[in-house]
């Protein structure tokens, strides 16, 4: 990536997203920051519960944010829209779900699912028009035009996931929401899934904001991670700087439950469990900080300098083996 | 070795694989009406309830056209030589006190019976749906509407039918107001906790994302799916009116001498039950016919609409 004049898409700034069930309320999302560049991919990884869907759900507007910012294109989309904005931006963001069965309106037909969002739109001349966009979004995503008067639940998953991802594109957006598009898929396709997302990518300069706790798939398909833990972000970095140097104990952790596919290695493997209550949480209240350039980690100043030591350390190692 | 054995890279050639060809679906296209149907008449019950169910509402509401039959009209009153007829080819039902022909009376009472019942089913459903729809939709709509409910739903709606008949005097309309001016209440609550289950699932969310207005939302992503249940409640709707009709009519707070009615026919010749009881058998045994077909009908036209019954 060249790292010079980068433009944000999306900031995302002390984000807090609150869940009040009567007199009791639970706080998800706690002061998230993070900036996503145009055209890359981004990834949201933690374990279930941590909020990263919630975030993304945040981001397009089906939660209601209790505090921060998110700002897209310049633009504050966390408040009362106006019905043009709202609708501007309803175009330009769409969302990839992760249960393609449930995404899905059982009781419609393909062809009203996809031309679904451009009859809210009028995206289209005559009728002529949405067939033929309707026809090419099929074949974009390798179904065929015939599928048109099919129902979702005739089709095998990786299929409807395919659906569920041309009814986004049609919309023609920018930005792209891939809420673990492929953790509901079969092993067999999730691969021909995520290719089809980056020849999408590639094609039409999109940028996704990628959530999954799938840190192999988040590995070949993103560009910059961000671990979130009990709903606030840990550690962020550049992917391959993230998996060569992991800095917090969190995300130490989470890299390597990754289950090796060499049995030795895996059983001899000193499995390190994260528990926060063990954890030396003494000095200032951390915040997520610049340790090197593009990688930030959530620390205070002790913690700081001992991360710097972890680091030169483990930059030696490498530079060791590699010799 | 010789030479015509020898396998070399010349020996192949690329095998092009056809992508699409794998996406084709073979099954035959699923259509939602033609597996109602198919699965409907499936039930050998159901059919044979369909033709009774047909065969009584052609009969109520064609034979009283033919007949021209007149509740008030009292020809015969000095006759008794027409009073208490059993029955025979003449009159298959007999005569009553009167002498009128109890087989004109039974289906034109059965045609204002059937009437008050398709009716009030329909304002009832048509009402209920609607505001239960958006009722369940939203939470702000809720809060008041539940009250409502909560207020309408404890008084008793035996005490309600009467006043508002006591009060507008008795006939076919006002019976039907009556019957339908509260209980729409009891269909939208129905559809409301219908609504709420089905409100959240994750399509209705990808709508929104897609900019889906809620009205859009309603209509397209949830109204398809409450066919089945609103059928349901149809089919329970229509003969439960019938029978409160009848109800009413028996204690004599329902319809007036002026239109027969089947409630009307069951309570004034229930004094024959043994002297006579062909007067009070035969309108009891129709009333029942009507009410039995159309619930079974109605409850496998249920079944047949949903659509996880429709897979072999």
Redesign the interface.
Same mark, same amino acid.
């Given at each position: 990536m060249t790292e010079i004049n980068r433009e944000i898409i999306l900031d995302v700034k002390h984000l807090e997203v609150t869940f009040v069930n009567n007199k009791k309320s639970f706080r998800a999302v706690k002061d998230v920051n993070f900036e996503i560049y145009k055209g890359e991919t981004f990834a949201l990884v933690g374990e279930s519960g941590s909020g990263k869907t919630t975030i993304g759900?945040a981001i397009?507007g089906?939660n209601d944010t209790s505090n921060g910012d998110i700002i897209y294109k310049g633009k504050k989309i966390n408040t009362h829209l106006s019905k043009q904005e709202s609708?501007d931006l309803?175009?330009q963001m769409?969302?990839i779900?992760?249960?393609p069965a449930? *995404?899905?309106?059982?009781?419609?037909t393909i062809s009203?699912c996809i031309a679904?969002?451009l009859d809210?739109?009028k995206l289209y001349k005559d009728e002529k028009e949405k067939q033929e966009k309707i026809d090419n979004a099929l074949k974009s995503v390798?179904?065929?035009p015939?599928?048109k *008067?099919?129902?979702p639940?005739?089709?095998s998953g990786g299929?409807r996931q395919r659906v569920?991802i041309a009814?986004a594109m049609v919309?023609e957006p920018d930005f792209i929401i891939a809420d673990e598009p492929i953790s509901a898929l079969d092993v067999s396709i999730r691969a021909q899934v995520l290719n089809l997302m980056n020849k999408f990518k590639e094609e039409r300069g999109l940028t996704y904001l990628f959530i999954a706790h799938d840190l192999s798939v988040v590995r070949y398909f993103s560009d910059r991670i961000a671990v979130i833990h009990k709903g606030r972000i840990v550690e962020i970095a550049p992917t391959e700087d993230l998996f060569a140097y992991p800095l917090h104990p969190y995300t130490r952790s989470l890299l390597q439950s990754v289950p090796m596919p060499d049995p030795r290695i895996e059983k001899s493997k000193e499995l390190l469990i994260y528990d926060e209550s063990k954890r030396d949480l003494s000095g200032e209240k951390p915040k997520l900080r610049e340790i090197v350039k593009d990688h930030y980690v959530f620390m205070n100043d002790r913690e700081k300098a001992e991360y710097e030591i972890k680091l030169e350390k483990m930059i030696k190692d490498k530079e060791e083996s590699n010799k | 070795m010789s030479k015509e054995n020898i396998i070399s890279n010349d020996s192949f050639e690329f095998y092009k694989v056809d992508?699409?060809a794998s996406?084709?679906?073979a099954?035959p296209?699923?259509s939602?009406w033609k597996s109602v149907f198919k699965t409907f008449f499936s039930s050998k019950i159901a059919i044979f309830m369909l033709v009774i169910m047909l065969f009584v509402i052609l009969m109520s509401f064609i034979h009283p056209l033919i007949s021209k039959y007149d509740n008030q009209n009292m020809a015969y009153i000095n006759d008794s030589s027409k009073w208490y007829l059993r029955p025979s080819l003449e009159h298959p039902f007999g005569t009553d006190d009167v002498g009128r022909d109890m087989f004109d009376m039974v289906w034109a009472g059965a045609r204002t019976s059937l009437f008050i019942a398709i009716v009030s089913t329909l304002i009832t459903t048509v009402i209920g749906t609607i505001v239960g729809m958006f009722w369940g939709f939203s939470k702000k709509i809720d809060v008041f509407m539940i009250e409502v409910y909560n207020i309408v739903s404890n008084v008793p709606f035996t005490l309600i039918v009467m006043i508002i008949s006591f009060t507008l005097s008795s006939g076919v309309w006002q019976l039907i107001f009556a019957l339908s001016c509260t209980s729409w209440i009891g269909t939208a609550y129905f559809i409301r906790v219908q609504v709420m289950i089905i409100r959240d699932?994750?399509?209705n969310?990808?709508? &929104?994302?897609?900019?889906?207005?809620t009205s &859009?939302i309603i209509f397209?992503?949830i109204f398809?799916?409450l066919i089945s249940v609103l059928v349901t409640n149809i089919s329970r709707d229509v003969p439960h009116f019938i029978s409160y009709e009848v109800f009413l009519s028996y204690i004599g707070v329902g319809l007036s001498e002026k239109v027969a009615s089947l409630g009307r026919i069951v309570q004034t010749n229930a004094k024959y039950m043994q002297s006579a009881p062909y007067l009070f058998v035969i309108p009891v045994f129709v009333t029942a016919l009507i009410s039995v077909s159309l619930y079974i009908v109605g409850q496998t036209l249920a079944d047949a609409s949903d659509?996880r019954n429709h897979m072999i």
């Open positions: 759900r397009i089906l609708k309803t175009r769409q969302m779900f992760q249960d449930a *995404s899905l309106n059982e009781r419609a009203y679904e969002g809210n739109f390798g179904l065929l015939e599928h *008067s099919r129902y639940h005739e089709f299929q569920g009814r919309m | 992508d699409s996406e084709v679906i099954a296209e699923y939602y699932r994750e399509y969310l990808a709508s &929104k994302c897609l900019g889906s207005s &859009k397209h992503n398809p799916y659509p």
